[in-house]
T-cell receptor, first 112, second 116 residues
Framework: DAKTTQPPSMDCAEGRAANLPCNHSTISGNEYVYWYRQIHSQGPQYIIHGLKNNETNEMASLIITEDRKSSTLILPHATLRDTAVYYCIVRGVTGGGNKLTFGTGTQLKVEL | DTAVSQTPKYLVTQMGNDKSIKCEQNLGHDTMYWYKQDSKKFLKIMFSYNNKELIINETVPNRFSPKSPDKAHLNLHINSLELGDSAVYFC???????????????FGSGTQLSVL
């Protein structure tokens, strides 16, 4: 599975959009981009995933560049409850179970 | 109702002891997992069971033995606990389990294991 690079930390003002970048320059054609987050003392929570088209759900939007070498997770109106570690993961279509490999992620701090 | 629940939340024990962590999911999922999160916050998969059958074993010491009595339960038994086993252990589940990657992992809230 391709490796990802994320900034270790970011700050965001409450109510503003949080844009979390992820580089995955070695991604291959059949690998999806997944985003999870982990709020302190909780288990990771699925946010969104995509292959090449931009995706949006009730939690966030995922923008994937045309060459697929990077992506951005957008939280349109960040709240204090969005403070968490955000993980960007790439995963290909193979058998043998859902073996997502989590990196170190980005610690997002949302402040007043 | 908690979708993936694990007990206990905290476990403090002495080196050499044997302990178990239990996990249950009420989502009707076929596949369950154990992940380990170490002190540096790296989250790594340990095991995966699909409908009671082991499908992933990530070179975990054989002191760790998962047991799945039915597809809604996956317990983790650890023999002869060592200091390095101290970590947060997360149970998770997916609907089908690796047949496609278009699946969300649902995690429990974790068990903080401290070995003294």
């Amino acid at each position: 599975d391709a490796k990802t690079t994320q900034p270790p930390s970011m700050d965001c003002a409450e109510g503003r959009a949080a844009n979390l970048p992820c580089n995955h320059s070695t991604i291959s054609g059949n690998e999806y981009v997944y985003w999870y987050r982990q709020i302190h003392s909780q288990g990771p929570q699925y946010i969104i995933h995509g292959l090449k088209n931009n995706e949006t759900n009730e939690m966030a939007s995922l923008i994937i560049t045309e060459d697929r070498k990077s992506s951005t997770l957008i939280l349109p109106h960040a709240t204090l409850r969005d403070t968490a570690v955000y993980y960007c993961i790439v995963r290909g279509v193979t058998g043998g179970g859902n073996k997502l490999t989590f990196g170190t992620g980005t610690q997002l701090k949302v402040e007043l | 109702d908690t979708a993936v629940s694990q007990t206990p939340k905290y476990l403090v024990t002495q080196m050499g002891n044997d302990k178990s962590i239990k996990c249950e999911q009420n989502l009707g999922h076929d596949t369950m997992y154990w992940y380990k999160q170490d002190s540096k916050k790296f989250l790594k998969i340990m095991f995966s069971y699909n409908n009671k059958e082991l499908i992933i074993n990530e070179t975990v010491p054989n002191r760790f033995s998962p047991k799945s009595p039915d597809k809604a339960h996956l317990n983790l038994h650890i023999n002869s606990l060592e200091l390095g086993d101290s970590a947060v252990y997360f149970c998770a589940s997916t609907l089908l389990g690796g047949i496609t990657t278009n699946e969300k992992l649902f995690f429990g809230s974790g068990t903080q294991l401290s070995v003294l």
